[in-house]
């Protein structure tokens, strides 16, 4: 029997890059063509343009927080963590998943768009006193 196994593809990150590719994926691929992940550690994508009207009380938090569980159609399989490491000889992803877990993810296809953190540069009290702001 011959066995055809469907291309693994494994996106990190649930940003504005990594949900695009995710969508766009889903548009362009067939539900038995690929199987797709998303690595990310919340269930929604925070729409960080909107910060300002949520500051001023124009909008609420939560409607800036965008589901990444919108529909049944919504076929790309969630692990709610972070990746920490990639294998790229073995094809292999370590995440971290948000109960503490390491979890040894295969892939044929990655796509990192894991984002980005506000630098502290080791400056002492930063992180306790300041927030970060992305522009």
């Known amino acids: 029997m011959n066995t055809v196994t469907r291309p693994r593809i494994l996106v990190v990150g649930a940003g ?6 995710v969508r766009r994926l889903e548009r362009k691929l067939a539900p038995d063509e690929a199987d797709v992940t998303l690595v990310t550690p919340f269930a929604y994508q925070l729409y960080l343009p909107l910060l300002p009207q949520v500051a001023s009380g124009v909008l609420t938090p939560q409607s800036i927080a965008v589901s ?12 709610p963590g972070g990746a920490i490491g990639v294998d790229l000889k073995a094809k292999v992803c370590v995440v971290r998943t948000i109960t503490d877990q390491i979890v040894n993810e295969p892939y044929d296809y990655i796509v990192l768009a894991p984002g980005s953190i506000t630098r502290t540069f080791d400056i002492p009290g930063l ?4 927030y970060g702001m992305k522009t």
Do not use: N
């Open 16 to 21: 504005f890059a990594g949900v695009e590719c």
């Open 68 to 79: 990444l569980r919108r529909s049944k159609k919504y076929r790309t399989r969630i692990i």
């Open 127 to 130: 992180t306790d006193h300041a």
